[in-house]
């Protein structure tokens, strides 16, 4: 088969040892003579792959006893409703982090619930160079913005479409909110690296980039979080439901959780997250330097700020686009094309996308941008 | 590999076919070079896909053009909330038939959203065996019970716990409520017979049992449903967004619904939905006849509403289960234990159970009942 380096933002590449293991499990689970899609969700074969599945997550995160996992349905975007709905109850106000489509989406469904007091906010610049504008930059939260009694301050840890990442979470001590509760959209970054999963009241995310396939949404809880939820938050969606029935309150996605098991089993064998965040590290920045060292493509985020999973890039001459991405192609360089609200090239580099996949890249890029200079 | 029969109510078995081709293309989908798991949701190859999946699912169902199909998640208990979020704006009462677990369940989280009106009920027997109470008929809706007013009539076609399933929809005309929308859970029975989708408001489910993986659900929807929201129905989970969208408000479940694509093509090859239900009719007909039959099994619903997907029997001596499930597993004949919360046995016998798997397990009933003569 043809070896194709696919840089699609989600869903995404997924390492071929786990593709080849699924392929072989297919039709037979460990001589069950069933296909894991095809097994109850309440039997021991499948009680034992959910396990596991929630044992090695916590082990890479490092998730304390304090925090509890929950695998749920609906993505992200269903936790733009499903997270205040369980968080909001006696609350008037959250607080939010607004730096890209994400987090705008994140402010906007949340007015059904309570006033948005967003604490900071990057603004898109536009610049000499002509290009779109773009987000470029994690905004400061200024100490003592945040109010002493918002239910949570939400950020969207990794802004996909614009490629500008937290490097750390916000300080909430430090900021003078110790006691609000910090909530992570994860989505896109979760897994790349170590996080201070304590420092944080929920992590959450869609599967879809870096544990799995689409359909499967995970949740890191602190404990005092499932007891929080207005009345009129659905069943489904409560995660003290969630939790009590162990993520089977409705039959969960027994084949999606089976995957992103086979994907944490490969993550340890790599090493873990803090070998990951290194490969990761190494990948960007051969992407961000070649970039840096060109005088075709550009990236204007601010270097700090940058994206290890998501390097968006525009070319100065707009018109070579559409060249650019067909011969892309031509080289099996898959799903380069900038997302439509920005325009420009996007390479997703999770972590199932290997050195090698980036080397290719670069590798065209130089070419490309010579054979027109 | 051994040749088991699985008799989960879900998820539940799938065609070989379709999990051989899944393990061969799992890889290298159709020579793109990648799993269908890595595809964009928004790249050509996956929006094949689904539009191939969406008109096969239209054809097997006969969907007219009045009626959209959305995919989404969260299942059956996810709609439990998620139809009256879309449909009770400016309503205060919606009805309700009642005879079971599942109906039950919907019954109580609607609770949030209005006042459940129950126009017909099944009362659980108890008779002299002295077996357990349980649900045995669907009950008759006394015409003119449906108030005018009400935003919907909702029923559960098929109560997979019970084993009690309805022949027909209820005519909306015949009961004097005609202008009143009919809304169907039919996630344990849809694709197993022709059913009248004209007659239908909204026909939703979850596809763990006769379509594909767990983690996708189908919503098949009269145009005039998609603007009946409330006010605070989250965006993820409002039909006119869904539809609007393509089902990709939110990433969709690319996997599971390539896998139910792949269902729909081989029910296609088996003749489509009216040849299942012959072959339905006749797996039913032998299980229920080996019961009705026996000294030993009994079955207690009223044979007219008697399910044929799912087939629940009590042993007249409770002490046999346990013997009854060892020998049963032994001859690879999983999953027979019935519900928790009614005991027995109970054979699902969904479309990818051939009458071979049902053979399988009348013999050994025969035999069990034969030696404990």
Redesign the interface.
Known sequence: ????W?F???????P?EV??Q???E???WH?????V?????R?PQFMQILQEALDDFRDLMQVPQTHKILFM??????Q???VP?NLMNGFESAAFVKNGSWSSKTIK?FA?YGRADVVAEAREIKDASGLRPVNTYVPTIAPGSIAAGSAYLHYCGNETIDGVEFRQAPDMAALGAAQVPLVCDASSNILSRPMDVAAHAIIYG?A?KNI?????TFVIIREDMLDRAR??C????SYRQVYDNHSM????????IY?AGLVFKWLKAQGGVAAMAEVNRRKAQLLYDTIDGSGLYVNRVRPSDRSLMNVPFMLREDALNAEFLSLAQER?L??LKGHKSVGGMRASIYNAMPMEGVEALVDFMLTFEKERA
């Open positions: 088969m043809t070896q194709v696919n699609s933002a989600g869903p995404a590449m997924l071929r593709l080849q699924a392929a072989t297919m039709l037979d001589g069950s003579g069933m296909s899609m095809e097994m109850s969700h039997g349905q609906g993505g992200a975007i269903g733009n409703a499903i709905l469904e059904r869609g879809q799995g396939p689409a359909g499967l009345s009129d659905p069943s489904a969606f309150y409705n039959t969960p996605p027994t084949y999606s995957i099996n898959l799903q």
